[in-house]
């Protein structure tokens, strides 16, 4: 379980075991463009052109989207969201990932841990998706320790490293959670 606090920029929203998820500052729109540029981060969530500080800005700010940044020691180390939220079909999917530096240290599993927790929780989704590309293992194991199931493959649906990549697709509904 989670606590929920005051959602003032850049103040913790969400409090889990080791790391918090703060809600997102200006300040912060250089760390998530710095590492979404970074083919360590990039590949893995389907990103085949640079961002610019105004694309940042609008991914951040999306109207169907919350993000949050998860920090250790109020250190950020990635960033965690809620898109294609649909309010009145009570959907959305997940999307997370952890800097480099700090990956293998257990960070990605509780961001999206909370971040479901927030979808079904507060947001009161009926269900939750969430797409993970061929190679990505990390990813798929935290998403099936959270419950989720492997519902489908999109064929060559992303491209990196000068090769197409499958995608696939994950589900969660809430009576499963």
Request: glycine share 10%.
């Amino acid at each position: 379980m989670y606590t929920v606090r005051s959602p003032m920029p850049g103040a913790t929203f969400i409090s889990g075991d080791r790391i918090d998820l703060r809600t997102v500052e200006a300040d912060d729109y250089a760390f998530v463009r710095r590492h979404a540029n970074d083919h360590r981060v990039r590949d893995w969530i389907g990103g085949n052109e640079p961002n610019d500080p105004d694309d940042v800005e609008a991914w951040i700010e999306a109207a169907d989207a919350i993000g949050f940044i998860p920090v250790v020691d109020d250190e950020p180390v990635g960033y965690v969201w809620l898109f294609r939220i649909e309010r009145s079909a009570r959907r959305a999917e997940i999307g997370y990932w952890i800097a480099p530096e700090f990956q293998g240290q257990g960070y990605g599993s509780e961001a999206a841990k909370l971040i479901v927790d927030y979808a079904f929780d507060d947001l009161n989704c009926h269900r939750v998706t969430a797409r993970v590309y061929e190679g990505n293992e990390p990813s798929s194991r935290i998403l099936e320790s959270l419950g989720f199931q492997h519902e489908g493959c999109l064929r060559e649906r992303g491209y990196a490293d000068g090769e197409y990549l499958d995608c696939d697709l994950y589900g969660l509904l809430a009576a499963e959670y």
